[in-house]
C-alpha cells in the first residue's frame, strides 16, 4: 500500500470529521472513520493505530503539513477534535516546495512511456499536469478540459477497480433513471467505461444473469457481497466494437445504416470518425452498428445536418423522438400564451 496516498486519503477523512460541527469526533470515532474509508478504498481490512491518527493530527496542525486549526474539546473525560474555523479546508493550502517537486517528478515518468503501445491516454494527463501546475505558479488558465466538476458518484471510481481487480462480487443499491424505487444488485463487476463525460460499471448481475451496464452517479452504496464471483469471460474490445456508446444489446446484430450529410458537416465527421465502420463516399455516411438509444440521440445532435436514408426501423425511431420534441415545443408554447 502506498504510504504517500494512504496518508492523503487519512487527512482528507479527518478533514470531514473536522469540519463537521454537528457532530462529536472522539479519537475513537476518528480511528473507526478512517479504518473504514480505507478499508473501502483498498478492498481489504484495514486498520489505523490511535498513534498514527495522533500523529496525523500533530502533522496537520503543524507548518510543515497544513496549519491546521485542529482543536481539542472537553467533553467529561473525553476529548474529541474539530476545527476552530469551520470554513478552512486542507484542500485550499498552498502546494509545498515538496509536493510541487513530486508532481514534476510524476510529469517526467509520464513522458518516458507515453509513446509507448497502449498509453496514449497520458499524453492528456501529461498536459492536465503541466497546466495544474502553470495555472497554480502565474493563477493564469490556459487549456481547459472537458471535466464535470459536479459529476456524482465519482468516489466509487477507485473502489470498483479495486474490485473488480480482487475478483470481489458487489452488493450494489442503485436507483435507475426510470425507477423512484432503490433496487440492491448482486453484480459481479469487469469493466469501467466513460462515455459522454460519465462513467458505466459493466458487470454480470446475478439475478438477471446477463451484462448489464450501471451509471456511477446513479450508484447509492456499494458492500462486498457473499454471493460468488462469476470470472469474466468478454472480450470488451470486441463487446464494444458494434456499437456507438454504451448500451449493447447482446441478442442484436449490427445493421447497415446510410445517412445522408450536408456538406458542411462532411469535414468534420471525417477528422472525428463516429465509429471505427464509418465510411464516407461523396455525400453518404455508412456505418455498421447496432442500434441504440447512444446512436439516436448523436444523430439527433446533428439535427438537419443528417438525414436517414436507411434502415426504415431507424428512420421510425428518429421520427417519433423528432415528433415528441415538437409535441413538448408546442405544449411549452402553449403555457407561454396562457401566461401572457
Known amino acids: 500500500m502506498a504510504q ?6 487519512r487527512y482528507k477523512t479527518l478533514e470531514r470529521c473536522f469540519s463537521n460541527i454537528y457532530k462529536k469526533y472522539f479519537i475513537n470515532d476518528l480511528i473507526k472513520h478512517c479504518s473504514g474509508v480505507l478499508t473501502d ?10 498513534r498514527q491518527i495522533l500523529a496525523d493530527i500533530n502533522f496537520m496542525r503543524s507548518e510543515a503539513g497544513f496549519d491546521a486549526p485542529i482543536e481539542s474539546y472537553k467533553d467529561g473525560k473525553k476529548v474529541f477534535y474539530r476545527y476552530s474555523n469551520p470554513k478552512f479546508s486542507i484542500l485550499k493550502s498552498p502546494l509545498s516546495p515538496s509536493e510541487l517537486n513530486s508532481l514534476n517528478e510524476a510529469i517526467e515518468t509520464l513522458s518516458r512511456i ?10 492528456a494527463m501529461q498536459t492536465k499536469l503541466n497546466s495544474g ?7 493564469r488558465q490556459i487549456i481547459s478540459f472537458e471535466d464535470n466538476e459536479f459529476l456524482k458518484g465519482i468516489d466509487f471510481l477507485n473502489p470498483l477497480y479495486q474490485n473488480i ?4 462480487s458487489l452488493d450494489i443499491k442503485y436507483k435507475s433513471f426510470i425507477s423512484d424505487q432503490e433496487k440492491v444488485l448482486v453484480v459481479s463487476p469487469y469493466y469501467l467505461k466513460q462515455y ?7 458487470g454480470y448481475n446475478n439475478h438477471l444473469n446477463k451484462i448489464q451496464n450501471l451509471a456511477l452517479d446513479r450508484i447509492i452504496n456499494i458492500k462486498p457481497s457473499k454471493a460468488e464471483y462469476k470470472i469474466c469471460e468478454i472480450n470488451f ?16 446484430e449490427p445493421v447497415d445504416i446510410t445517412i445522408e450529410l450536408s456538406e458542411n458537416i462532411i469535414p468534420y465527421i471525417n477528422s472525428k470518425p463516429l465509429h471505427g465502420s464509418q465510411r464516407i463516399i461523396g455525400n453518404v455516411l455508412y456505418l455498421k452498428v447496432k ?9 439527433l445532435s446533428y439535427g438537419e445536418n443528417m438525414y436517414i436514408l436507411q434502415p426504415k426501423e431507424l428512420k421510425l425511431v428518429i421520427k417519433d423522438r423528432i415528433d415528441k420534441i415538437k409535441l413538448a415545443d408546442s405544449a411549452v408554447g402553449n403555457i407561454f400564451k396562457t401566461n401572457i
Open 165 to 168: 481487480i480482487n475478483n470481489q
Open 291 to 299: 442500434l441504440n438509444y447512444e446512436l439516436e440521440s448523436l444523430i
Open 4 to 9: 504517500n496516498k494512504n496518508a492523503q486519503i
Open 114 to 123: 507515453n509513446n509507448l503501445p497502449g498509453f496514449d491516454w497520458v499524453i
Open 133 to 139: 501546475i502553470i495555472q497554480y505558479k502565474n493563477q
Open 237 to 252: 474490445d470486441e463487446y464494444f466494437s458494434d456499437i456507438i456508446g454504451v448500451s449493447n444489446e447482446e441478442s442484436k
Open 196 to 202: 459522454n463525460n460519465r462513467w458505466f460499471l459493466f
Open 41 to 50: 478504498y483498498y478492498v481489504t481490512e484495514t486498520t489505523i493505530s490511535r
